[in-house]
């Protein structure tokens, strides 16, 4: 071997060793960063996956990886509590309901994000501009303070959804007038003009038995007028009646008045049982499934999607289906308003209601290269262009320079009620007992629903329990 | 010639070592050393530690035992030392894991833990809030133990006769019966929730075409259970029938010849030739089916969720344990519930043991 092959040779060598250290550098700088992610699985959800898969590219050169775990609504949250409190550590990122903030960050399983908001200006601006209501609820821990822990995910309101084709009908117009002496809503503002008794009125009115005339044709199948949720399930019938108690002036457990607050004595008031007695009413207009104490808001979906009830008072993340006429019969004949709302004494309506939707929560054993990332994400998420899209894809946004753009109504029928009901949200407790005063709220109502107990002594039963178990762990003195 | 006769030696027989001595196989030892390790540890080391050292003692004091047993040629003991392992990691260790923690206040979302003693037994029997839900679930459970049991029997009982004959199509249509016995339980509780809707369900659109009128199965208590112990029969009727069909056909077709020789009753034939070779398969199933029904949780779930007052104590369970994470409080209530299990198996054991005397 001569002297200049060897030298070419060693330069060769340096050379492939020189190209692998720049290429080994280039390595290192772009990790591949994977957050794993809990999220219930239905259409904000698979949007969300969507768009990130088709658009997302992280400004930090990584490439990021959302591994997302699509888990059905009824075991969502059994899955989610065996996860963290079994130690597994699977996940960065969960969609959490909001009510779990409590149970959850006492736990030692959600992370404070009030650092990650500090650090980056232009991010907090973009969060301090979520609707205040959304925000409380979604995010702060205890409930409306400055400790924040979640991020809007989806953000969701209970909305009325009606067949137009059925409550627009001339004759079924005319006999309405006649019988209530008054007009049967038909258009958009007709319906956030609607009242409780409005709505039972729509319900007497359209109970139909099968062969018996509806819009100008005999009924295929019985028919019904209205339809809400009240089932055992979960929290399907307490997100209702919540409604119902704060529009008539009564109120929860607040637990914002902790320790003082009081559970006897404001969950039973006279104004609750009120409330609780005229939602009870409103059952016997509505499909048969609801007095078996199964209405749940996927029954609720189901029915209204076939065609069997006039109006359904249910969640805007379900609203999709109802207008894709691969899984809806009435696909193209919807109108959508706010939910009836109740007069209050100086004529105003007052129309209170119990707020649904997600934030996304990261957890603690979330590494820094992931919260990173996960920052990156949710400001990208939050950004004014993909909120716009997602809310043109079926979704929602709380961002209030987004949801107030003129064209944000033009999405989707539903988005005229979603400004002005955002204003009216409230959210349930979100102390670390949140399952067990469910749990135990949801029986009573149960045997309310079943026609067991009246709704006096249910609410004196829930009082009682909740009075005991808030004093136990010291949220009532 | 003559031929010395083979005489077989005699082991010399090992001796156990002394308590202190220093040995592999000295059990006695490594038992002494793992509870004075164990409790020194767990008196003065934190949970997360001393869980550790607890489990290296008994690997500890196990692996003597496997020396020992070496050493002293207990080979049958040592080729069920593997099946042993896995009933203690798998049974044995949770159920004592899961009686220590009824005795600690301990929920699974929150990393503190306080001896209580026998408050949360107290509590599930006696408390006015926690106690009163308890006692409906059994009660209820103990409703659907009934029902559903004595259900299985009688209609496992009479298809297990119906299949003992020969007919035309047997063999399709007792793979048509056992069906139900194969399909998940999520499958036939969705299938039932179909079945029963008041709006969809083909129940109520046959009753509704009869009467006339709006018929809802689920709407009350009676309809309710009717319909989950109607569900649970659907799918465990084959079962009971499986197994009584396997007493029948091992009737030897001798003793029916002889009975029609001696012109005996249908009825004196069933009870003098047919149940005593079925008896002991039918208490099989009772036990089985018993048993299970008082685990009945699955199918309540997805038919009422626990509504119309039809929740089980099973259920009642993981909406406590798993649901709102107390987990001591639900220890204790499996307790209570293994204990009844414990006692019924028991007394089922009894009687069939005394029966089987004064047979």
Same mark, same amino acid.
């Given at each position: 071997m001569t002297a200049t092959t060897k030298i070419k040779g060693v330069m060769a060598a340096a050379g492939f060793a020189a190209s692998l250290m720049v290429g080994g550098a280039t390595i290192s700088y772009a990790d591949e960063v994977t957050l794993t992610m809990a999220v219930p699985d239905w259409p904000p959800t698979r949007i969300m996956k969507k768009f990130f898969d088709e658009q997302y590219k992280p400004k930090s050169g990584n490439t990021v990886k959302l591994d997302v775990d699509f888990i059905p609504w009824p075991d969502f949250y059994t899955r989610v509590n065996a996860s963290l409190t079994s130690g597994e550590q699977k996940y960065n990122f969960i969609v959490s309901d909001s009510q779990w903030l409590g149970a959850f960050v006492e736990g030692g399983y959600f992370r404070k994000i009030n650092d990650l908001l500090d650090a980056d200006p232009e991010f907090k601006k973009t969060f301090m501009e979520i609707h205040p209501n959304p925000l409380n609820a979604y995010a702060t821990y205890p409930h409306k303070s400055e400790n924040y822990y979640g991020f809007p995910q989806f953000p969701d309101v209970l909305v009325n959804f009606a067949r137009k084709d059925i409550i627009c009908h001339e004759e079924e117009q005319k006999n309405f007038q006649a019988k209530y002496n008054k007009k049967l809503p038909c258009t958009g503002e007709e319906l956030d003009a609607m009242t409780w008794d409005d709505f039972r009125n729509v319900g007497e009115f359209f109970r139909r038995k099968k062969g018996e005339m509806l819009a100008g044709k005999p009924a295929e199948d019985d028919f019904y007028g209205i339809a809400f949720q009240a089932g055992k399930a979960y929290d399907f019938s307490s997100m209702q009646i919540n409604g119902f108690i704060w529009q008539m002036g009564g109120n929860i457990?607040? *637990?914002?008045?902790?320790?003082?607050?009081?559970a006897e004595g404001v969950v039973n008031s006279p104004e609750a049982v009120k409330a609780l007695e005229t939602y009870l009413s409103l059952? *016997?207009?509505? /499909? /048969?499934?609801?007095k078996t104490g199964t209405m749940d808001i996927f029954k609720e979906d189901e029915l209204f999607r076939e065609g069997k009830v006039a109006m359904a008072v249910n969640w805007i993340g379900l609203g999709e289906a109802s207008l894709d006429p691969k899984t809806s019969k009435v696909s193209d004949k919807l109108v959508f308003g706010m939910m009836p709302g109740t007069k209050g004494p100086d004529g105003k309506m007052v129309r209170w209601s119990n707020i649904g939707g997600q934030p996304f929560v990261l957890t603690t054993w979330t590494t820094d290269a992931q919260i990173k990332e996960a920052v990156e994400f949710v400001k990208w998420w939050l950004s004014s262009d993909i909120q716009h899209q997602f809310a043109a894809a079926g979704g929602q946004s709380a961002v209030k320079s987004v949801y107030s753009d003129p064209k944000y109504v033009t999405y989707r029928p539903w988005n005229r009620a979603w400004a002005p009901s955002l204003d009216w949200q409230k959210d349930v407790w979100h102390v670390p007992q949140f399952f067990e005063l469910l749990t135990q709220q949801q029986d009573q109502f149960d045997l309310a629903i079943t026609g067991k107990q009246d709704a006096k002594t249910t609410l004196d039963n829930i009082a009682k329990f909740q009075q005991n178990l808030l004093t136990e762990v010291g949220l009532i003195q | 010639m003559s031929v010395t006769p083979v005489t077989s030696v005699p082991r010399t027989a090992r001796t156990s070592p002394a308590l202190l001595e220093v040995s592999a196989d000295n059990w006695r030892l490594a038992i002494l050393v793992g509870v004075v390790v164990s409790a020194l540890g767990v008196a003065a080391l934190p949970a997360s530690v001393s869980f550790w050292i607890v489990g290296a003692m008994a690997a500890m004091v196990a692996a003597a035992f496997v020396v020992n047993a070496y050493r002293r040629r207990y080979y049958g003991g040592l080729l069920v030392t593997p099946a042993i392992a896995v009933l203690f990691v798998m049974n044995i260790f949770p159920l004592l894991w899961s009686l220590g923690l009824s005795f600690f206040a301990y929920q699974s979302n929150q990393q503190s833990i306080r001896f209580v003693g026998l408050y949360n037994y107290i509590k599930v029997l006696t408390n006015d809030i926690a106690a009163p839900d308890n006692w409906n679930a059994l009660i209820n459970t103990a409703m659907f133990v009934v029902l559903t049991v004595s259900t299985q029997m009688i209609v496992g009982f009479l298809l297990a006769m119906l299949f003992a004959k020969q007919f035309p199509l047997r063999k399709y249509l007792l793979i048509l019966v056992l069906t139900p016995m194969m399909l998940s339980v999520v499958a036939s509780g969705v299938f039932f929730t179909y079945y029963y809707d008041p709006t969809f369900g083909i129940l109520s659109y046959v009753m509704n075409s009869i009467t006339d009128g709006q018929f809802i199965l689920m709407d009350s208590k009676a309809g309710a259970v009717a319909g989950i112990v109607f569900a649970d029969a659907w799918m465990w009727s084959p079962f009971v029938m499986l197994l009584v069909l396997a007493g029948l056909v091992s009737v030897p077709k001798y003793l029916y010849e002889a009975a029609a020789i001696d012109r005996v009753s249908a009825w004196r034939r069933f009870w003098s030739i047919t149940f005593p070779y079925i008896r002991g398969l039918l208490m099989l199933a009772l036990l089985f089916r018993t048993i299970e029904a008082f685990k009945l949780a699955d199918l309540v779930i997805l038919l009422t969720k626990g509504g119309n007052d039809t929740m089980t104590i099973s259920y009642h369970l993981i909406r406590i344990a798993?649901?709102?994470?107390k987990t001591s409080e639900g220890a204790a209530i499996s307790y209570v519930m293994l204990f009844m299990v414990i006692v019924l198996t028991n007394l089922y054991l009894y009687l069939a043991k005394r029966r089987n005397r004064e047979a």
């Open positions: 457990w607040d *637990e914002t008045q902790a320790p003082s607050g009081q059952i *016997e207009y509505m /499909p /048969p499934v609801a | 798993n649901e709102q994470n």
